[in-house]
């Protein structure tokens, strides 16, 4: 294969569907201390029994109610009269409250404003709460809601993001990146080529939907239970909607059911409203909401449509392009601009752009504030960069996967992004290099090709798709965080950092490198709830940032308390710190050698403060949103996928049969959890591209509201053949927390591999001359039409 | 006789409900009564299996034996729980030992976010309780009904492909005799009623019992798997004032084989009727293995997907395709349709107040006789169908005359307001010699049967587009088969 860089290979670690042998190789290996190993998630045993306890399974606390909202029934219309006294009368109802009731702050947006936690005499889109009632069972509030009589006066909606372009509808103002002249640099070239794609949104589909119980305090305050992403900014918005200091909020998070950056900014709503009705009835609220108002009334993955204008070389190599990206942002700013900002970071992809102009719009529709949803925006950024590989190769008669590495980015040149970052420790040629040949890519390529000559009605696909992804949060100052470590008398370690639980195994890592700093078991670090009181002013946990940022900040932490004991040991019994050493749950000190436990107990009789804080900040980030200049992310996750999958041209129906994966995480802390992480991501990006549609009607009413409609992979989805490997002895070369990678994210984009896969499948018809163009969800209906518009263009 | 009230064993106690409102399902009843918070609540609408439960219950054939499925506790109405046990996730660990169903996952790193968790710990609880090394076919078909939006399954697979040939009993086991017994006396109570709220529950025994109930309460609504009328409840906030339940009568729950016919009684659920069916028709137990998943299998029934009258009811056109009848039973009297002339209209049937379904009959095939289903759907397991097609057709045997079509009858669903045969279709077909041309002619003929519409599963286009494309996907399969041509023409199938 030809490429512009130098190759060698890369060590692997697999787990794939016939063999775990190799995780269950280095489950004993590696010292005690922790890092490295695949442990098993903290809370797996009580998960399996059923005795882990999420929000709604807590005991419900004396005298609880439950909440519940009347929705809008129109995408965009005043409100002209409410008549509630059918709900205030109804069976169980002790309160209702409308934005009249609102003691503090109405507008709970959590980056601008926009966001009224009850419609302001206007509502925006159908669904939006517009009054709450707290009753005294979960059936009876919501019963008692749909008792309401509203009258509106409908006003013109927007519901299609070419409507909100023609007429300038956004939510933030434009933006561009631009590096050289990418007009001339398209004309100049041999070939052009332009498009579009239009990119489906996606439903987060956590399994524990979203909820939150308020429970009031004795000075006037609010003790909120949340499944959140983000505690602190909970903390803050129940502070302003009731007017009263922060300090008077404690958020708990224990853990959540799944969050995938759905309950980043939308799982405030619900704890404001339970807070808000705890307040006025004096009462624990709990709001809990059930699937349809959850898929109904919180944010998705942002719909995109995109376009570009490529110019490339005979060879295939993109000299200039321009590229443009409209979210779809629903009716409120919510996360959308720094959503938007990363689709066009990620413009790029892996690729090296030259001349680029990408320019980014936030479209205003009447429709639910999207939101976060893993990735960011950054795989809706790169379906149109995937899509001109794949373009790129048809027009040329090549393989689309020479085209992908013909314009990965160099090493020594060709290695500054579009927005001005150099591309550093640049390992994707190797990557893709090792996975083509581990997977048997050419001789699948060339079986495939055969398969389908002899094959009427199924034809086969197969590609290889990178991922380069940007890690750090953009927003500059959320790349912090804290940590709160004590170390009790009998040597157990209790640990509290800012980070959240979402079955990430964040919890699990970060006690492994606790661990790790004192040389102990990872079973004696306790980890409890995230607090606001224990850890303030926290990020969200998002960004694939949690181990990166939380974990440094409990290194820090510990390292404090270990320098302590280090200190105290020296002076104690006159030895050099050299001569201290922490080794396999034991401290050594001289010639002396006293268990964790006894040595605690001994620093605590000597006085030795046993707790300590850590805070940590990224380094090296900037970013000049001005000019469109800097360094915003601290380094890239880099991996690749490749797929095979099989279609029927007679129905659109598909199915991948064998996944590979090659993922770059660094130094693995936890190989079987960044396993886990890759597999479900991957999973999870193949269904955005697939099966998961989301269909709002004529009227801007979600039609795909609930598990029976929309349809994410269920069990048979995943690869019959589905192989995952790690990249080993691959330390990042950037200092993060044990040189290891972000793995969050990133492995959520190897799904468009499937995708093109389909595409692959659906060009071979055309004997691979033409590019289908294939809308996503790639759902078997829009398989049929690309095959049917391919046999066409083929006559 | 004296009516008892509902009495189950939860876990290994007996229980017995008194003034509950029976439209309460399982799950609230575990979670908000019991508070027993292992069983998660994902949807409340069957399609996500965080609420799966085990239900045992004495063996039909064999009363002596136990019977361990898997339900969805979210749509199961309290009721149906009468002397059966209920096995739930909180009720395996054995003091701090895992079971061998909780311990495979933890081992393979399957649980993440663990909200799925104890839903798939139980489906594979009741898979190795009648199989202890599953192959991987088994493993999905057990865990289709199981979302995990966090793991990407492999991890799981791998946990409960693990076989427990060589663990020790565990603590169901141990009391095996025990549940059996007590099971045994709780079935020998009279029919149960449960009150509450102003509701009522009956599960007569026997026809008459229900016959009876029936014609005294007119207004009641019958209640089988309650897969399809518990969703009324849970998720339309319904209220429904008496329910009569039809899983404990007597004379619904066989099947039975004359020489001619198959005769299933409406109350029996999909996963015991399927291995007759898949028996005769390959494609249609097939098919039956995509209905829902094995949780909705093993308590829908086929009276539901009959009664409900929905468009998209898988069942009805391979009845209609097969030319099954269906028996009506109202007050002692009895009458037997075919299945196609039960539906007149969109949700509309001839079921007449107080009459119910008994049975259905479908003929043995004969000779030369094919029942080819096609069933198109976004996702490959448990979805509902945009279009269902099935064809039952007759051809000549004599070689020379190949492909001679003698009889068809195609139905399809998810084409109109009812499931409907393609009569124009047919008689295109009837008679001739099958080749391209009179399949080109098939698919204009289509466009006269049926004016399909769009929704959120497909556009009307599609809907008849994929019609037309099974029809010629049909013949290519039987034109391949009489050239002993091995092609795989199915994706579904593909491994
Ligand atoms: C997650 C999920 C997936 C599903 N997937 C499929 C699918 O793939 N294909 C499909 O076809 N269906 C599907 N269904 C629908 C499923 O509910 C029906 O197929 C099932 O057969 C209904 O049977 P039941 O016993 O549960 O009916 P119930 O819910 O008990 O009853 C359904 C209706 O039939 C009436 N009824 C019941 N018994 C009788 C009788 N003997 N005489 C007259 N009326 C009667 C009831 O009054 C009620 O109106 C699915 C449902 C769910 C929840
Ligand atoms: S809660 Fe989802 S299937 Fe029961
Ligand atoms: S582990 Fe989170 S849904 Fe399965």
Redesign the pocket.
Known sequence: MRSLIDIKKLNVKAANTNSQQSLENEKNTIGLGGVGRSKKHESADKQVAGEAIYVDDRSPLRGELYAAVGQSEHAHANIVAMDLSKVKTAEGVLAVITVEDVPGHTDIGPVFPGDPVLALGKVEYIGQPIFAVAASSYELARKAVKLAKIEYEELEAVLTIKDALAKQNFVRPPFTMKRGDSEKAIEGAEHQLSGSIVVGGQEHMYLEGQVSTAEPTEDGGMNIFTSSQHPSEVQKLVAEVLDIPLNKVLVDMRRMGGGFGGKETQAAPWACIAALLANITKRPVKFKLSRVDDMVMTGKRHPFENNYTVGFDSDGVIKGIKIEVNSNCGYSPDLSDAITDRAMFHSDNAYYLDQATVTGNRCKLNTVSHTAFRGFGGPQGMMTIEMVMDDIARHIGKDPLEIRMLNLYGKEDRNVTHYHQKVEHNNLAELIETLAESSDYQARRQTITEFNKSNAILKKGIALTPVKFGISFTVQHLNQAGALVHIYTDGTIHLNHGGTEMGQGLNTKIAQVVAEVFQVDVDTVAISSARTDKVPNTSPTAASSGTDLNGKAAQAAAKTIKQRLIDFACEKYQVRADQVKFENSHIIVGDQTFSFAEFSQIAYMGRVSLSSTGFYKTPKIHFDRAKGKGRPFFYFATGAAVSEVIIDTLTGEYKTLRTDILQDVGHSINPAIDIGQIEGAFIQGMGWLTTEELIWNEKGRLLSNNP?TYKIPAINDAPADFRVALVTDAPNREHTIYNSKAVGEPPFMLGMSVWSALKDAISSISDYKQSPVLDTPATPERVLWAVESMKAASK | MKNSTVSFLLNNDVVTLDNLDPNLTVLQYLREIQFKTGSKEGCA???CGACTVVVADLERNNPNRLHYKSI?AC?TFVGNLHAKQLITVEHLKEGAKLHHAQQTIVDNHGSQCGFCTPGFVMSSFALHKHNKAPTRAQVLEALA?NLCRCTGYRSIIEAAITSSEHIEEDASALHYQKTVAELTTLKKLSSPILSGNGHKYVAPKNINELAYELVSEPKS???????????SVTQNLATINQLVY?GNVEE?TTIEETATEIIIG??T??SQFIETLHHYYPDLGEMIE????K??RN????????????P????PPALIALGASITLHLNGVERTILVEDYFVDYKQTV?QAS????SVQIPKPSNGQTLKIY?I?KRID????AVLAAFFIEINNEPQEALKVANIRMAF?GMAGIPKRAKATENIIIGKVLTKEVVEQAKTALISDFQPMSDVRASDKYRMTVAQNLIEKCYLELKFAQESNVIETRVVNYA
């Open positions: 029976a | 609408s069957g399609d969805n749509i009904g609504t019958l209640v089988a798997g309650g897969t399809d009328l518990a969703l039809v619904l409406s109350a659920s999909y995509r209905i829902g998943s949780q909705i308590t829908g029934t086929l009276g539901g997907n009959i009664g409900n009258a929905s998209i009811g898988d069942m079921l009459e119910f379904i008994k069933k759907s448990d979805d509902i169908s669903g």
